[in-house]
Nanobody, 126 residues
Framework: QVQLVESGGGLVQAGGSLRLSCAASGHTISSSAMGWFRQAPGKEREFVAGISYSGSTTYYADAVKGRFTISRDNAKNTVWLQMNSLKPEDTAVYYC???????????????????WGQGTQVTVSS
């Protein structure tokens, strides 16, 4: 059983940056594709970024491409989401997710991820 804990959320002005962390425990995530999703109030949860088990392949939603970067360190059992040039529309609860597969391919559906963190709030003010 994998436990995921997100951290690093907060309140930031538009144009600012945040770095989210996802620390895994209970089991190594070195063979798991990982993803970041987000859910804004009144909206469905949506895919943000994904990374293969080795970190060699990454995917991004069009809305964040060029601004967000997903990375991982399997030795630390941790995944990060670096968010730059934040916009008010990035405001959401951000969730880290782990798959039982090593590589995930589009479309990235939340039902394809087996383990989830509790989420961390990101609020971007205009």
């Amino acid at each position: 059983q994998v436990q995921l804990v997100e951290s690093g959320g907060g309140l930031v002005q538009a144009g600012g940056s945040l770095r989210l962390s996802c620390a895994a425990s209970g089991h190594t995530i070195s063979s798991s594709a990982m993803g970041w999703f987000r859910q804004a109030p009144g909206k469905e949860r949506e895919f943000v970024a994904g990374i293969s088990y080795s970190g060699s392949t990454t995917y991004y939603a069009d809305a964040v491409k060029g601004r967000f970067t997903i990375s991982r360190d399997n030795a630390k059992n941790t995944v990060w989401l670096q968010m730059n040039s934040l916009k008010p529309e990035d405001t959401a609860v951000y969730y880290c997710a782990a798959s039982t597969r090593a590589i995930m391919l589009p479309p990235f559906r939340d039902q394809d991820y087996s383990y989830w963190g509790q989420g961390t709030q990101v609020t971007v003010s205009s």
